[in-house]
């Protein structure tokens, strides 16, 4: 018995000093999980978001209320200035009907900032509505969050203010 227990501590010494003596220099791939997930490509969104502000600004001054509301989610939310939020297209649709009125034919807008994710970016920008014949009808600043639906970015949540002391619509 006494042999067997001599044994023991033998091998139980043995593998202490041989497990302190192995080398880590080469690194374990056990355990290792290759990422198959492509890292999200910020500036590839950007150019998409900008390809679907410059058909926002084309269906504004070409006066395309479906085109315009169809940039938006199905329960996309605007917020006007001095005015309620309208949540969902048909809301979205009757607050653009109203802007359409007011015979806008330059829109520009410009994205100044852009962060987020594959399923959320949040976009800052300013805008520019002119009567085409020189006169500033209004500018500003937004904030669109645009959310991917179906795999294209739509507009989730947009609120605009002026940056102009009293909009003026064409005459």
């Known amino acids: 018995m006494r042999r067997l227990a001599i044994f023991f501590l033998a091998i139980t010494v043995a593998g202490t000093f041989t497990t302190g003596c192995v080398s880590n220099s080469t690194p374990s791939t056990a355990g290792t999980v290759k990422d198959s997930v492509p890292a999200f490509d910020l500036a590839a969104a950007r150019k998409i978001i ?15 209320s479906a ?4 940039c938006y989610t199905q329960d996309g939310k605007l917020f006007p200035p001095n ?6 297209r048909p809301a979205i ?36 509505m ?13 904030i669109v969050i645009w959310k991917k639906v179906g795999g294209e970015w739509k507009m989730y ?10 909009a003026t619509p064409a005459k």
């Open 50 to 64: 900008e390809e679907n502000e410059t058909k926002f600004s084309k269906a504004f001054v070409s006066g395309d």
């Open 67 to 70: 085109g315009l509301v169809n």
């Open 83 to 88: 005015a309620d939020v309208a949540i969902g």
């Open 93 to 128: 649709g009757a607050v653009v009907s109203q802007y359409l009125k007011f015979s806008i034919k330059e829109f520009r807008d410009k994205t100044t900032a852009l962060y987020g994710n594959e399923d959320n970016l949040v976009e800052e920008g300013i805008f520019f």
């Open 130 to 142: 002119g009567d085409g014949k020189g006169k500033t009808l209004d500018k500003g600043k937004y």
């Open 157 to 166: 949540s947009d609120i605009f203010n002026t940056s102009m002391p009293e």
